[in-house]
């Protein structure tokens, strides 16, 4: 069975015996395979929300910078983005390498930076941006402001949306099947009151979350130091 939406959605049907769905009724069905559509939705949400970064949500994101322009906003389904992977991609046109920002803290921008936000006829202060900093409302800015179009690349791991359609494919792998249909049980048991057969499911579930986080997430192959020098209280950049 297909590895999407539908074939979940059966799967769930399946252990509990009920007529399985086809692409035809699959997006009017009411009651019961409804829940059940819902269920399955439901244990990707808990699975995606488990863990911030899950490998299988991880994105590479590449933006053009405005020249002038200092702050931008995070993409809409960024669930966290890895200050560290900031850098300016290698551009023939600009004649620039590849060069990886530095994390300044929002502070540090505001008490000694700041001003070339509002300095904006002042072109000469214009470079190649060498800082990233995070912004309190969703977004993040560079500094100085650059004078180019330069391709900004960073990663970040994003926000998962529900499945809608009877094709559509969960962004957790494959392997993983048995677990979501796991978690979706847990639902349809709610949904039919059995709340002892529930719990007895959720317990399951978690299991598996958490040997997925053990295979996925658990790793520490190195320590880093990360302590930044300090010339006269303020970082040099």
Same mark, same amino acid.
């Given at each position: +069975?297909? =590895? &999407?939406? $539908? #074939?979940? %959605?059966?799967?769930?049907?399946?252990?509990?015996?009920?007529?399985? $769905?086809?692409s035809s009724n699959f997006a009017t069905v009411t009651g019961f395979y409804s829940a059940a559509k819902d269920a399955v939705n439901g244990a990707l949400r808990h699975i995606n929300q488990s863990t911030f970064e899950w490998p299988f949500n991880h994105v590479e994101q590449e933006d053009v910078l405005t020249a002038g322009e %200092?702050? =931008? #906003? =995070?993409p809409a389904d960024a669930k966290t983005l890895d200050f560290d992977s900031f850098r300016i991609k290698r551009s023939a046109s600009f004649g620039n390498d590849t060069r990886k920002l530095k994390l300044m803290a929002y502070e540090e921008y505001l008490e000694n930076y %700041?001003?070339?936000? =509002?300095?904006?006829?002042?072109? #000469?202060? !214009?470079?190649?941006? !060498?800082?990233?900093? !995070?912004?309190?409302n969703q977004g993040f800015g560079v500094y100085p402001p650059p004078d180019n179009a330069y391709e900004l690349v960073y990663e970040y791991? !994003?926000?998962?949306? &529900?499945?809608?359609s009877a094709t559509d494919v969960p962004s957790i792998p494959e392997q993983f099947r048995y677990m979501i249909v796991d978690g979706a049980m847990y639902f349809a048991y709610l949904f039919r009151g059995n709340t002892q057969d529930a719990t007895l499911q959720f317990q399951k579930f978690e299991e598996g979350i958490k040997? +997925?986080?053990?295979?996925?997430?658990n790793r520490y192959d190195y320590v880093r130091d990360t302590r930044i020098s300090l010339t006269g209280g303020t970082r040099v950049i």
């Open positions: +069975m297909a =590895y &999407d939406y $539908l #074939g979940l %959605v059966n799967d769930v049907n399946k252990r509990l015996n009920e007529v399985e $769905l086809t %200092v702050r =931008y #906003g =995070y %700041v001003d070339a936000e =509002y300095d904006t006829s002042n072109t #000469g202060i !214009r470079s190649i941006p !060498r800082v990233i900093f !995070r912004t309190p791991y !994003r926000l998962p949306v &529900d499945l809608i040997d +997925m986080r053990t295979l996925y997430v």
